[in-house]
């Protein structure tokens, strides 16, 4: 049995209960994998090992990364289908994100999917070899066009931080493709709100929309993907570095 994932976290009990449903088939050689990109493999490792810490007789337990499983498959006799999963994989994780033009940075419906593509290689960016935080959609609560976020843990004690990269055109009367949002639930959001509002760079640029602090994104045009990646994953470290007073 194979449980393949490419960003999005493994379920609460969701290999735990693929495990008994191996054990219950008997006295046959049988295998769970989790099938996760290679920068996800430790956290994923960690995961598996909890959720079956004692595999039954005749079964194997392991982690397969994206990358070594098309090495694999690749020589003599590889087939299309091979190539085309692993084109859509490399798309999917945003290998071959296109340089995006001022035009279309303005026409944000245009290139949702892509600047969702962003967001996410800019979360794993910035922990990387970690389990990979929610993410999920929201329709709007005053207009159709609602908004796509991933969460961003911190690696500091408050464990309570509410920190998302977000895709959306606008948040209240302001404008941009991608924001970073501080929910109100989040423990520390007063002290949050009074640091950024004293910075000199993102007081004039905060946004309060939908019960929540959104300080805007700069996606760069026409930058290669890789670039384009670390620019963004820069200003939102930069954004939360003020945020926490650093």
């Not at 996760?36 to 004692?54: F, G, K, N, Q, Y």
Request: charged share 20%; aromatic share 6%.
């Amino acid at each position: 049995m194979i449980e393949g994932k490419l960003s999005a976290p493994f379920g609460d009990g969701q290999l735990a209960a693929y495990a008994r449903v191996l054990a219950a088939v008997g006295d046959h050689d049988r295998a769970l994998l989790a099938l996760v990109p290679h920068r996800s493999a430790p956290a994923a490792r960690e995961i598996l090992a909890a959720a079956v810490p004692d595999p039954p007789a005749k079964m194997a337990v392991s982690v397969v990364t994206w990358e070594s499983l098309f090495a694999a498959l690749d020589g003599e006799g590889r087939t299309a289908d091979v190539d085309q999963l692993q084109a859509l994989y490399e798309a999917l994780r945003g290998k071959y994100l296109q340089p995006l033009s001022g035009a279309e940075l303005a026409e944000w419906r245009q290139i949702r999917v892509t600047l969702e593509a962003i967001a996410d290689q800019v979360t794993l960016q910035l922990r990387p070899g970690q389990r990979p935080n929610p993410s999920g959609r929201e329709d709007g609560e005053d207009d159709e066009v609602g908004f796509w976020y991933r969460y961003i843990s911190r690696d500091t004690p408050e464990k309570g931080v509410s920190l998302a990269v977000v895709v959306r055109p606008t948040a209240g009367s302001r404008s941009a493709p991608m924001w970073v949002r501080y929910s109100t639930r989040t423990p520390s959001y007063p002290s949050i709100v009074a640091n950024l509002e004293a910075s000199d760079c993102y007081g004039p640029q905060l946004a309060r929309w939908a019960g929540a602090l959104w300080v805007p994104l700069e996606v760069p045009a026409e930058t290669e993907a890789a670039e384009m990646i670390s620019t963004v994953a820069e200003q939102v470290a930069a954004i939360d570095a003020a945020a926490q007073g650093i």
